[in-house]
């Protein structure tokens, strides 16, 4: 990666991101996992950036279930982080309830507030990740509350040293 090029990632790295849960299948294979490199453009598409076993499972798929994760569920959000280098997983391992999406059918979270499901349109390799160009094809349950966000390690690291803040728990 060239100076510039991570310069900007350090500025999209400062601010807060949501984390959601991608899910996807294909025949018999499919995952759960967190993914934090997500971004609406414009009203009806989406961007996914993923560097891991799930990237050929999804270009193969084109169909993934994007769950925002409420606060209370954090601890599972992060405990599903493994599964980022499974190339599937047994749903019925997973320590929480799952239902359906409403279009295409995969799995996700019972206490997910908003599931987004959508359709891979175009997907390209930029090196260390693969990026993915999605359309909205259908988003519900819609619920306010606070959810899951976060700012990477080393901007808060700078964020205690610059103004000399305790730690965020």
């Known amino acids: 990666m060239v100076a510039s090029e991570l310069h900007a990632l350090f500025v999209f790295y400062i601010c807060p991101r949501p984390i959601g849960l991608v899910s996807v299948v294909d025949g018999d294979a499919g995952n759960i996992f967190p993914m934090d490199l997500i971004g609406q453009i414009g009203r009806r598409h989406f961007s996914l950036a993923l560097h891991t076993k799930a990237v050929p499972l999804i270009e193969r798929s084109r169909r993934v279930a994007l769950s925002s994760v409420p606060v209370e569920a954090i601890p599972l959000a992060y405990g599903l982080g493994r599964n980022h280098r499974k190339a599937s997983v047994e749903w019925a ?51 306010d509350g606070p959810q899951f966000f976060q700012a990477h390690g080393f901007y808060e690291e700078w964020r205690r040293q610059a103004i000399a803040l305790p730690a965020i728990r």
Request: net charge positive; hydrophobic share 40%; aromatic share 8%.
């Open 93 to 143: 391992s997973l320590p929480f309830p799952l239902t359906k999406s409403a279009a295409f059918g995969l799995p996700v979270p019972t206490f997910s507030p908003r599931v987004r499901e959508l359709e891979v349109v175009q997907s390209r390799n930029m090196g260390s990740h693969t990026l993915f160009i999605c359309k909205l094809v259908e988003e519900h349950g819609i619920a």
